[in-house]
Nanobody
Framework: VQLQASGGGLVQTGGSLRLSCAPSGDTLSSYAVGWFRQAPGKEREFVASIIWSGTRTRYADSVKGRFVISRDNNKDASYLQMKSLKPEDTAVYYC?????????WGQGTLVTVSS
């Protein structure tokens, strides 16, 4: 499966954005989906994940209460709703699909939060 993340942009502190992850070459419905981010000069870090059924989610402590991961298997997409954004959320955001221990990555989308 190939993944494309979209929805990034420039937003002020306290603002909101919704990122989308769409697949090609396969459907997302049987994959767990994760969002990761990489800030300039830093390693890629986990942000949030959701299992294939959408019934279980997990978040990094830094985004709990501000970000919500979801998926719509009918639309074959996953979303990351981000609110109360902070300058430290500035990063390239990547979506990841995983099944049976195999991970797939797509191109990221840049989120810039201005102070």
């Amino acid at each position: 499966v190939q993944l494309q993340a979209s929805g990034g942009g420039l937003v002020q502190t306290g603002g909101s954005l919704r990122l989308s992850c769409a697949p090609s070459g396969d459907t997302l419905s049987s994959y767990a989906v994760g969002w990761f981010r990489q800030a300039p000069g830093k390693e890629r870090e986990f942000v949030a994940s959701i299992i294939w059924s959408g019934t279980r989610t997990r978040y990094a402590d830094s985004v709990k209460g501000r970000f919500v991961i979801s998926r719509d298997n009918n639309k074959d997409a996953s979303y990351l709703q981000m609110k109360s954004l902070k300058p430290e959320d500035t990063a390239v955001y990547y979506c990841n699909a995983e099944v049976m221990g195999v991970h797939y990555w797509g191109q990221g989308t840049l989120v810039t939060v201005s102070s």
